[in-house]
T-cell receptor, first 111, second 113 residues
């Protein structure tokens, strides 16, 4: 089983739609959680951190359920510019201070 | 946020040769990381580059194949040695900004023929 698993996608949604991505992680010792965004042929960039209380950044809402080891990202009022691959990322401090990346969910917002 | 540059941005190499990728950061950082992203897949950590000590390699990656240098707090190199077509990938360096967030370089796209 992969340490971080995401919706396989791809998601193709019309402009203005609301779309949700899900992610589960297997290691209960994981400490921090993030969503990164990766545009085609570009490097990943941090979109937002995910907190237990849930957090919002404009049209983006992230949720964390530690008991279920589940993370979600909700995008409201999708824009064409939201088209990208969204990576669920889990952080666990250790000797390597490693981030573990999910395989990513591809989103295409259609006009 | 850190500004990270990588050289070369892309290369096409013959099997059996080696390529050294450079990563430069605009500020001093303790830890730098090297990742591989194979076509259509997510990122896999190759190793953590520590200044003043040997790199720490992840399972499946060895120093003979991916030697790493870290001569100072702003620079690191990754060499892909004795390349085969299976090494065709994007190689990315990153730095840790604290609390688990990382900033990535633009990547080096490698094609091995």
């Amino acid at each position: 089983r992969k340490e971080v698993e995401q919706d396989p996608g791809p998601f193709n949604v019309p402009e203005g739609a609301t779309v949700a991505f899900n992610c589960t992680y297997s290691n209960s010792a994981s400490q921090s959680f993030f969503w990164y965004r990766q545009d085609c042929r570009k490097e990943p960039k941090l979109l937002m951190s995910v907190y237990s209380s849930g957090n919002e950044d404009g049209r983006f809402t992230a949720q964390l359920n530690r008991a279920s080891q589940y993370i979600s990202l909700l995008i409201r009022d999708s824009k064409l510019s939201d088209s990208a691959t969204y990576l669920c990322v889990v952080y666990r401090e250790g000797s390597a201070r490693q981030l573990t990346f999910g395989s990513g969910t591809q989103l295409t917002v259609l006009p | 946020s850190a500004v990270i540059s990588q050289k070369p941005s892309r290369d096409i190499c013959q099997r059996g040769t080696s390529l050294t990728i450079q990563c430069q950061v605009d500020s001093q950082v303790t830890m730098m990381f090297w990742y591989r992203q194979q076509p259509g897949q997510s990122l896999t950590l190759i190793a953590t580059a520590n200044q003043g000590s040997e790199a720490t390699y992840e399972s499946g990656f060895v120093i003979d194949k991916f030697p790493i240098s870290r001569p100072n707090l702003t620079f690191s190199t990754l060499t892909v040695s004795n390349m085969s077509p299976e090494d065709s990938s994007i190689y990315l360096c990153s730095v840790d900004s604290g609390g688990g967030t990382q900033y990535f370089g633009p990547g080096t796209r490698l094609l091995v023929l």
